[in-house]
Every structure is written in structure tokens, then in C-alpha cells.
């Protein structure tokens, strides 16, 4: 296989690999054996994902907690730009986005498409994150800026939506429009529409 000049190449030991599996299944303490090995505690797979991004995306507070407190970078970014925050709030885990957001981490960090946690959080209606990123100074036109709003069709498609409009009736709740404004509104705007079909 040939391989690009100045192409990155990532090559995980069986350690780092390691690591990064404890990591996601919230083995603490064999993710610390690991670093006390001489793992790195920011290495990557492959697609950018470091212990911090995997042990967010699965809501091990405890994990993510220790990983902050022995340096591992709040705000490193996946191949796609997503941070541990992106992927937190996208999977709904506000314990973990609360740890992140206590750390220090950007509530307003865009991915390469421009998306925001708050975006994320909104498209997946994780209320609650929403509520507490918006809370914590989360910006709220940056949440869709060059995104557009997008929600579900029927077939699982995305399609792009003015801020403030609704889906249609039977499309699904999952759109950004929910962070504008009042979210309980927005919330209840949504469940009255899904309640017509």
C-alpha cells in the first residue's frame, strides 16, 4: 500500500489500543496502569479519537474527570474537528458535558462543518445539555452558523429548515431550532406537532 508524502500515519501499539478500550469501557484503573506505562494520555486512533473523546461519548464521568485532572487536553479535536464536548453533547451525557464545561472546555469550538455542541445537543434534543451549554455562555447563533438547521425526514434523510420553523407533523423532533429562544417552548411546539400524526 502506498502511502501520500507527508501523509500522517497513526499506528497504535497494543498498549495505546489498549489504553484507548479501558478508556471507553470505563476501566479507570487499567487506563491508569496504561499511562503509568508511558501511554500517552492524548493519543489518537485512526479517526482522531483520543481516551477523552471515547470515555465521553460513553459517559464515564469518572474516567473523563481523571483524564482532565492528569492533562489530557480538553479541546483536542477529532479528524472531523469534533471535541470530548461535541461528542458529549451530541450523545447527551451532562454529566460529562459538566465536567468538560468545569474544565475549561470551548462551550463554542466549531467542528470542520461549523457545528457547535450546542447545535449537536439541540439536533439530538438533549434538553438538558442544551439548557446548561446556553447556561454557560454557549453562543447561540454560532450554534447553526453555516450549518443551516437540519432535521429527519421520514426516510432518515436530513433536510435543511428555517430556525424557527417546526417540523412538519410526522417528521420527527430533531431539529437546532430548539435552541432559540425559550427551549420549553420550543420543546412543547415540537410534541404538539408530533402529536397531530
Known sequence: ????????????SDSNASYLRAARAGN??????????????????????????????????EVVAELLKLGANVDAATKKGNTALHIAALAGQTDVVKELVTNGANVNAQSQNGFTPLYMAAQENHLEVVRFLLEHSASQSMATEGAGVLSRNERGGRVRRAPDVPPP??????????????????????MAGSART
Do not use: W
Request: glycine share 10%; net charge negative.
Open 1 to 12: 500500500m502506498a502511502v501520500e508524502e507527508g501523509a500522517e500515519v497513526i499506528v497504535l
Open 28 to 61: 479507570l484503573e487499567k487506563a491508569l496502569d496504561y499511562l503509568k506505562t508511558g501511554v500517552d494520555i492524548n493519543i489518537c486512533n485512526q479517526n482522531g479519537l483520543n481516551a477523552l473523546h471515547l470515555s465521553s461519548k460513553e459517559g464515564h464521568v
Open 169 to 190: 407533523p410526522g417528521v420527527g423532533c430533531r431539529f437546532a431550532g430548539a435552541v432559540l429562544e425559550n427551549v420549553a417552548t420550543r420543546h412543547e411546539l415540537c
